[in-house]
Nanobody
Framework: QVQLVESGGGLVQPGGSLRLSCAAS????????MGWYRQAPGKERELVAQ???????NSADSVKGRFTISRDNAKNTVYLQMNSLKPEDTAVYYC??????????????WGKGTLVTVSS
């Protein structure tokens, strides 16, 4: 019914940059809060950053000053620009969106994740 598809993950060297994208499609009336989460091996899934529909953002202390979340409402897409990447940023990154579908029912949806590996 609704799909979130992440893209942009891959291998990058420490200090490098990467941009993740997440596009929502399907039976969508509107997208509200969208966010990025990550989960490293042996660790809990954690919030990286989120953005409200009006553009207000917040992010985890560990990524402040390095990562920037943004969205394009016309494209139903959220982005995560990651700069100054560190090995500890290595994780599977998941997109999350609160979707109001065309039946006017609100549901949190998750993408399947995209792997980001930071290594020299």
């Amino acid at each position: 019914q609704v799909q979130l598809v992440e893209s942009g993950g891959g291998l990058v060297q420490p200090g490098g940059s990467l941009r993740l994208s997440c596009a929502a499609s399907g039976s969508i009336f509107s997208l509200n809060t969208m966010g990025w989460y990550r989960q490293a091996p042996g660790k809990e899934r954690e919030l990286v950053a989120q953005i409200l529909r009006d553009g207000i953002t917040n992010s985890a202390d560990s990524v402040k000053g390095r990562f920037t979340i943004s969205r394009d409402n016309a494209k139903n897409t959220v982005y995560l620009q990651m700069n100054s990447l560190k090995p500890e940023d290595t994780a599977v990154y998941y997109c999350k969106a609160y979707v109001i579908n065309r039946q006017y029912y609100g549901i949190n949806y998750w993408g399947k994740g995209t792997l980001v590996t930071v290594s020299s």
